[in-house]
């Protein structure tokens, strides 16, 4: 195929262009980055608008008390934002179907620094216990390998990655206790809103990291061509 910057022939079996250096279908990469980068957006907007309605619900939950508190109505209320995490979470599965494709192809143009074979960008999502620790040091290797660091860089990368997975984990955890939480009484009702409040906002953190992370790795192996 010829190249996308200087018009040479780039055979198949190589992924840089011998004349100037460029990776093969390198628009094609930034397009799928692009799309990666606007869903998260989209993630994190949602996110952010279900904890403004959430914390909306404070002042009066704040000033209810037990014998005026109707539990059927702030359950049906407190559905809809459970709900409204269902479809986030869907969301958030098809962004991460996109992802794994623009983490493949970013796995494979980082260079000799990758310590894990490129079917482990599929498997360490899918593999249960290896699921929980192996992605966000795929993406570390990922995002380091992509161009020559100092070490100070390093260590900002690595704090970036590990308080996006941390904030990705919390998400889940807290959006699963939210569904599952009683509004039975007051205080169920008041523990469910600030649950709900903290996955948003965890929820809307993890989907802002990794645009920073997505932005930064696409930005040094675009460049680097």
């Known amino acids: ?45 949602m996110a952010l608008g279900s904890g403004i309605g959430l914390a909306r619900m404070f002042g009066p939950l704040t000033v209810t008390t037990s014998d005026s508190y109707d539990p059927r109505a ?42 894990y074979r490129p079917g482990w960008v599929v498997a360490g999502w899918l593999l249960p216990v290896v699921n929980l620790w192996l992605p966000p040091r795929l993406v570390h290797d990922v995002w380091v390998g992509s161009a020559p660091h100092r070490r100070v860089d390093r260590h900002r990368a690595a704090a970036i990655v590990a308080a996006w997975w941390v904030s990705l984990l919390s998400a889940v955890g807290l959006a699963q206790l939210f569904r599952a939480a009683g509004m039975d009484t007051l205080a169920d009702a008041r523990f469910a809103a600030q649950v709900g409040l903290a996955g948003a906002a965890a929820q809307a953190l993890a989907a802002a990291l990794c645009m920073t992370i997505v932005f930064h790795i696409t930005r040094l192996q675009f460049g680097r061509g």
């Open 1 to 45: 195929m010829p190249c996308a910057v200087c018009g040479d022939i780039i055979p198949t079996e190589i992924g840089r262009c011998p004349g100037c250096g460029a990776w093969a279908r390198r628009r094609n990469f930034r397009a799928l980055a692009l799309s990666v980068f606007l869903l998260l957006g989209f993630n994190a907007f």
């Open 74 to 115: 702030t359950t049906k209320v407190l559905t809809a934002y459970a709900d409204v995490f269902a479809v986030t979470g869907t969301l958030a599965v098809l962004t991460g179907v996109l992802f794994l494709g623009w983490l493949w192809r970013a796995h494979r143009q980082a260079g000799a620094a990758r310590r």
